[in-house]
Structure formats: structure tokens, C-alpha cells
């Protein structure tokens, strides 16, 4: 059985991207309160894998996330993209009449803005959570409120489903990261699979520093699928990038980073895992 640390509760999206990608296996989910439970998790038994949201299609990168990755000793194995979807769920006895507030995670009330703007007499309440909304009103029994999250997560709290697919953008995904100890990587990849890997480097502050780099990597035939820089605190003007890269050749991905070494500094992989 496998063990995973996630961030959320059971019903979150976290523990719906979590199951689908280990369909048809047996898993033991961690629930933790923040991601860097999730890291000291696996820090503390190598034997947990880890499953963190790294970007949204609508929200954009989790940048925490990515100084938590590079601090850690973890490296990325697979990841997952998650159809995010929304329902308003109620108690069973609760229906539109009844219903007065609805309360979810603000970034779920943000994708279902033109729903709620449709619902004028509903008062839209933050909370820490989607799945943890729904929880708490299956327990505390509140009468009268209504939550914003999957409709997995309704059902396993025993809520009624009011309506489903309540989103704004019916385009909305979020990438996970499934993370492990070093040591435990191949036993959840094959190396030989791999098209895909996440690097981070940041570069001497000169002209034309990062083109070089680009330049090589459009040589070898790797392709630039994502970058993202963050500042290096206590150094102004400097950044970290962190960039995705895929390829159809391991010998000239592999290559290509011989080549772009000398270049950078401090050039980490994050992981080499097979592109969802």
C-alpha cells in the first residue's frame, strides 16, 4: 500500500487528483493542514510520497510551492492535470429556498463568480477549504448553509447536490507534482520513460545570459514548456528560473544539460518523470 501526504482533506482536490492517479491501487492518504506538512512528511519517512498543486490554468504557478521543492531533498516522479470542477452541495433537508450563505475556499468563490452574482441572495463566506466546507457543515449541521466544492467531496460528507459544474470557466486545470524521497524514485518511474524534467538554475547577471541557454537547449532538440523566475532574497536583480522541459531523446536531453552547466549556476533537476 502506498502511503501519500497531501495538503487538504479527504474529498479535497488534492485527494481526487491523489486517487486518480494511482487508480486501481491500494493508497493510504496523510492529510496535512500546509504543504510544508506535506514535505516533513516524506522527510521523516522516505518511504511517503508526496502530491502538491503546483499551477492552475486560470490562478497561475503556486510559487511557495516551487521554494519548497527546491529547499527539500524530493525530487518529482509524475504529475497529474485535474479537471476542476465545482457544485453547490446543502444538507439533505436544505434546498434554494432554504439556503442563505454559502462558504467555500476564496479561489472557489472567485471560479464561480458569475454563479454567485446569479444568486444575489446567497452571502459568499471564505473558508480554508472546499472539501473542509462541506465537512464542516455535515458535522455542525448547519441549516441554511451551503458549500462550494466537488461533488465527490458532497457525496462523502453525505450532501445533496444542488447543482453541479457551477465553475465560470469550464477550461480550469490544475498540474500536480507527484514528489518522493530520491532513494524510492524508481520504484514509481521507469528512468527509460522519461520526457519531461523540471530544472532550476539561476545565471550570472550579464547580457544575453538566459538566451545562451535557451539557444543550446533549441539545439539539442528540448523543448521549453514552461519558466518561471523568483527573485534570490538578499540579492537584488538576481532570480531563480525554474523551467519544464520536454524531449524525445534521453541521450540528447541529456546532453543538453552537460552543455548548459557550465553556463548556469547552481543547476538543480528537480526530476525527470513522464509528461501527463
Not at 479527504?10 to 496535512?32: K, M, N, P, T
Not at 465545482?86 to 472567485?110: F, G, K, N, R, Y
Not at 473558508?127 to 448547519?142: F, P
Request: glycine share 4%.
Amino acid at each position: 500500500m502506498k502511503r501519500i501526504a497531501i495538503q487538504g482533506i479527504r474529498g479535497s482536490f488534492h485527494d481526487i487528483a491523489a486517487h486518480q492517479y494511482f487508480e486501481g491501487e491500494q493508497i493510504q492518504v496523510i492529510c496535512c493542514a500546509t504543504f510544508e506538512q506535506v514535505f516533513e512528511n516524506i522527510k521523516r519517512d522516505p518511504t511517503v510520497i508526496g502530491l502538491v498543486a503546483i499551477e492552475n490554468t486560470i490562478a497561475g504557478s503556486l510559487l511557495h510551492n516551487y521554494e519548497l521543492l527546491r529547499a527539500s531533498d524530493t525530487t518529482i516522479v509524475g504529475e497529474h492535470k485535474l479537471h476542476i470542477q465545482h457544485s453547490i452541495c446543502c444538507l439533505p433537508e436544505d434546498d434554494w429556498q432554504t439556503i442563505s450563505e454559502v462558504h467555500s475556499h476564496p479561489v472557489a468563490l472567485m471560479q464561480c463568480r458569475d454563479f454567485l452574482a446569479n444568486h444575489p441572495t446567497l452571502k459568499a463566506v471564505e473558508s480554508d477549504d472546499t472539501a473542509g466546507s462541506a465537512e464542516y457543515i455535515s458535522r455542525q449541521q448547519c441549516k441554511g448553509w451551503a458549500a462550494i466544492c466537488h461533488s465527490d467531496a458532497a457525496k462523502m460528507y453525505g450532501l445533496k447536490v444542488l447543482e453541479d459544474h457551477i465553475e465560470d470557466n469550464k477550461h480550469n486545470f490544475t498540474r500536480f507534482l507527484v514528489i518522493s524521497n530520491p532513494q524510492k524514485a524508481d520504484f514509481l518511474r521507469t528512468l527509460e520513460k522519461s520526457n519531461k524534467s523540471s530544472l532550476v538554475f539561476s545565471l550570472p547577471h550579464e547580457e544575453g545570459s538566459l538566451s545562451k541557454v535557451l539557444t543550446i537547449l533549441s539545439f539539442y532538440g528540448i523543448n521549453l514548456t514552461k519558466i518561471q523566475s523568483l527573485p534570490i532574497i538578499g540579492h537584488e536583480w538576481e532570480y531563480l528560473f525554474y523551467v519544464d522541459l520536454t524531449f524525445d531523446n534521453l541521450t540528447r536531453y541529456r546532453q543538453s544539460i552537460d552543455a548548459i552547466i557550465p553556463l548556469t549556476r547552481k543547476l538543480k533537476i528537480i526530476g525527470e518523470y513522464e509528461q501527463c
